[in-house]
């Protein structure tokens, strides 16, 4: 059975219309963008007063970190900085159980999937007991991301995190135990052992989440009418691996060699901290007489499935090589800002065509549209300039350079940076961790989200300034439908087991804060 959505705008090629339908099939693939006048037999489903946009990509999220918002935000000592906010964030590392990460990643993938996100890259890096003793399953942890990202019905790029050492001519530090796999062999077999139960349909659908499939969900009547939302449905989503040596400072040359040539041999993605601290280069200069992206580089470690996460203290003239290479970077503007990291030179980046994803990072806000606006606003406040994204010849394909009257702006020109801020919370961030995901077009999953048109940030706007009202001036309420592949999981603005995600985790919150 074919079935249509019909919202009363749709968001594809870069434009919103009206009176399209998105169809899909059984599978939730879609097969075609159609007039409402030509649909034919399909079951039709009407999202009044909806338009519709293709599902978000958060590309970098550490989801037990959630359990920590609103716990590091006061001044410990004389000098607080991201170094001092990680001493709190490893004392929550080392109090969590196997079942407490498990309900602490479902929250923050709940919230994710409620801002319109349908798939995650989870740089995962808790792997062992809190004194370091490996579980009998030594993907214990990563399969209880897993199973939350299951429940939830996000895709998950399960990025398993290498991590060495504490950094170079450092004491190890007994608080990064669960993180560490000292020897390569030993992090290659288990990201193996991962990898491959994933290929494997029967331990996706059970084994490896090792729980009836139906317990979670409560028991409760359709809403709005949709498909596929009723008592005791599962949504199963799509789940892969990646590699993710943590950053030059906790992975030596020669392990952070080995881990990505295993990686070029499976074309798999790799994800690793760059440059997010001005410490982290020193040191890396101190140790290779290099800096992190010179070091990347002249080694021959980036490539077009590279993502540098942050990449913030780089010099200008370290960017046309970097860019040569093909590998991205995905910026965490929310996290950057409540860490003191710096500000992205987004600008420079897109100016040698280095596309840009983004992502919540430390969730210490979930909202993906506030890290799309920062991008800009933060170097606007940098530079004492607007719309410093706009006109980036990317976007100007086609477009008449001579000035206009902004007035008369056609729609390509009136959201330019709309449209690329956009593109990086979709389209890059799915080629970022390879979901197949990121636009509304035929072959891809039918993964999108809605927005109410009636909703106080986005009243009034035009189909040719919605786009820029929803990233710049949306809230998160104004999302109402998320479907991936081809399934609602949030329907009216509420997810399908929001209530005992959210009990569970207020639970977990009391035992570890009191
Ligand atoms: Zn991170």
Redesign the pocket.
């Known amino acids: 059975m074919m079935i249509a959505w019909i919202p009363e705008l749709l968001y594809a090629e870069r434009r919103f219309e009206s009176g399209m339908a998105l169809v899909c099939d059984d599978a939730g693939t879609i097969t075609r963008i159609a007039r409402v006048d030509d649909l034919k037999d399909e079951k039709k489903i009407s999202l009044a007063r909806r338009a519709m946009v293709p599902g978000m990509v958060n590309a ?1 999220s ?1 989801a037990f970190q959630r359990v920590i918002r609103g716990r590091t935000e006061y001044r410990a000592t004389d000098r607080d900085s991201f170094w001092t906010w990680r001493e709190m964030m490893y004392s929550a590392a080392t109090r969590l159980s196997p079942e407490d990460i498990y309900d602490a990643s479902r929250m923050a993938f709940l919230e994710m999937a409620l801002t319109g996100i349908t798939a995650v890259g989870e ?1 995962h890096y808790l792997h062992h007991t809190p004194d370091g003793t490996t579980y009998d399953d030594p993907n214990l942890l990563a399969k209880e991301v897993l199973r939350a990202a299951a429940d939830v019905g996000l895709r998950i790029a399960l990025l398993r995190v290498a991590y060495a050492r504490s950094g170079y001519d450092t004491e190890p530090n007994p608080k990064q135990a669960r993180f560490i796999d000292a020897e390569t062999a030993a992090y290659l077999k288990n990201l193996e052992a991962l990898a491959s139960g994933l290929r494997n349909p029967t331990v996706r659908e059970g084994a490896s989440i090792d729980r009836d499939d139906n317990t979670i969900l409560p028991d409760r009547p359709t809403p709005a009418g949709l498909p596929g939302w009723g008592p005791r449905s599962r949504v199963s989503a799509s789940a892969w691996v990646g590699v993710a040596p943590h950053s030059v400072r906790a992975v030596p040359l020669a392990y952070l060699k080995e881990v990505i040539s295993y990686a070029t041999e499976r074309s798999m993605k790799v994800h690793m ?1 760059v440059a997010e601290q001005p410490a982290e280069v020193s040191a890396c200069v101190e140790e290779y007489g290099r800096t992190p992206v010179a070091l990347l580089e002249s080694e021959g470690l980036l490539s077009e499935r590279f993502t540098a ?1 942050h990449a913030i203290h780089v010099t200008p003239k370290s960017i046309p090589p970097f860019a040569k290479t093909g590998a991205m970077v995905c910026a965490c503007p929310t996290t950057e800002r409540n860490l003191g990291d710096g500000v992205v030179p987004a600008d420079e980046y897109l100016k040698n065509d280095v596309p840009i994803c983004l992502g919540t ?1 430390s969730h210490v806000q979930i909202d993906l549209l506030e890290d799309a606006r920062e991008l800009e606003y933060h170097l606007r406040l940098q530079k004492l300039e607007r719309a410093i994204l706009g006109g980036n010849p990317i976007v100007r394909v086609g477009a008449s350079s001579a000035r206009q009257d902004p007035g008369t702006l056609p729609h390509d020109r009136v959201s330019d940076i709309a449209d690329l801020l956009f593109d990086c919370a979709t389209v890059n961030g799915a080629r970022s961790i390879g979901a197949p995901t990121g636009a509304l077009e035929a072959g891809k999953p039918a993964d999108f989200f809605t927005v109410d048109l009636d909703e106080p940030t986005i009243a009034g706007a035009s189909k040719d300034d919605l786009l820029a009202s929803i990233v710049f001036s949306s809230s998160r309420t104004a999302v109402r439908e998320v479907v991936i592949g081809g399934k609602p999981v949030v329907s009216e603005g509420q997810h399908l087991i929001q209530e005992e995600v959210i009990e569970r985790f207020s639970d977990l919150q009391k035992r570890l804060w009191g």
Request: no cysteine; hydrophobic share 35%; proline share 0%.
């Open positions: 970098h550490h740089f901290h996460v990072d």
